[in-house]
């Protein structure tokens, strides 16, 4: 058993810090909603009253955060956590952020003599409550190696994908994918919609060809085609627009500054952004559906 320090309880993070409780973990847990805290708490967490004190003696620190000035803040300009926890102690950082942000944070806990990775996840809500996450790992081999068994407590895909920053990288070009077929396979629908057709029939007729996508198959834009997804609820919870946005932002940022062509993400980025500016930025991602939608 572990003590392992977690700061950020959002839609992600409270489910992650759920299920290191459930594998025996120590959890102390910490986040700015007293709400979120509360629910960690039911699961099994220990309540800590700042980040400092989730991170007091901790084995593992784990931050789960909006962006890159956020992690920045915890763990060094604001509540400086890698100037109070121990050397011997693994900060994990699940947050999705820019990869030179992650680089930066790795010196500087490196500095301080401090093992440090970068290990943005994949799965959305869904898969952080079940324990089935995706964990894309920057960093050095032996810190890696240390984190693993951690991780393997939130997730069921463990990859490492290179050095510090590469599981950011490797974030960023999975979301723009990501955006660039939900894009493809809402416009797909709308269209055979407009053209009379049933949307659960054309799903099931294009899950079967070479249409299949992620998209399609476990996460179906259109509402009523699936159970259990964010279409059927009013596209309430899931991964909303305003993070797939952020996403992009962060996959053109690496674009130009590797020289990357890549019209087909900046196309979705367009999209989402769209959508986003029209006030669905909290409605989950699929919803971009509806930005095809003909308006009766």
């Known amino acids: 058993m572990a003590k392992i320090g977690f700061v950020g309880l959002g839609n992600m993070g409270g489910p992650m810090a759920a299920n290191l409780v459930k ?25 800590a009253d700042n980040a400092a004190h989730a991170a007091e003696g901790a084995d593992f620190l784990i931050t789960m955060l909006p962006a890159g000035v956020h992690v920045e803040s915890v763990l060094v ?15 994990i950082d699940s947050s999705t952020i820019d990869a030179a942000s992650a680089r930066s944070l790795n010196k500087a806990a490196a500095d301080r003599g401090i093992e440090f990775v970068d290990a943005p996840v994949s799965g959305g809500t869904a898969g952080a409550a079940a324990g089935t996450l995706a964990f894309m790992v920057g960093g050095s081999d032996a810190a890696f190696a240390k984190a693993k068994p951690i991780l393997d407590c939130m997730g069921q895909n463990i990859f490492h994908a290179g050095g510090a920053g590469a599981g950011q990288v490797a974030k960023a070009c999975n979301n723009m994918l990501l955006a660039i077929h939900m894009a493809g396979t809402a416009e797909a629908l709308n269209l055979g919609v407009n053209n009379g057709l049933d949307p659960a029939v054309l799903s099931e007729i294009m899950l079967k060809s070479s249409g299949r996508n992620w998209s399609l198959e476990v996460y179906n834009p259109v509402p009523g085609v699936q ?3 964010p279409a059927s609820r009013d596209y309430d919870g899931g991964f909303m627009t305003d993070l797939m946005c952020k996403d992009l932002g962060l996959a ?14 900046s196309a979705a980025r367009g999209l989402f952004n769209l959508h986003q500016s029209q006030g669905n930025g909290k409605l989950d991602f699929s919803s971009l559906y509806q930005l095809y939608r003909k308006k009766s």
Do not use: R, Y
């Open 23 to 47: 594998n025996g973990h120590e959890v102390h847990v910490f986040d700015l909603s007293e709400a979120a805290v509360q629910h960690a708490v039911e699961a099994g967490a220990v309540f």
């Open 77 to 91: 300009s604001g509540d400086g956590l890698l100037d109070k926890i121990g050397k011997d102690c693994l900060v």
């Open 227 to 229: 159970e259990g997804v």
């Open 252 to 265: 053109m940022d690496a674009s130009q500054g590797s020289q990357s062509p890549v019209p087909m993400g």
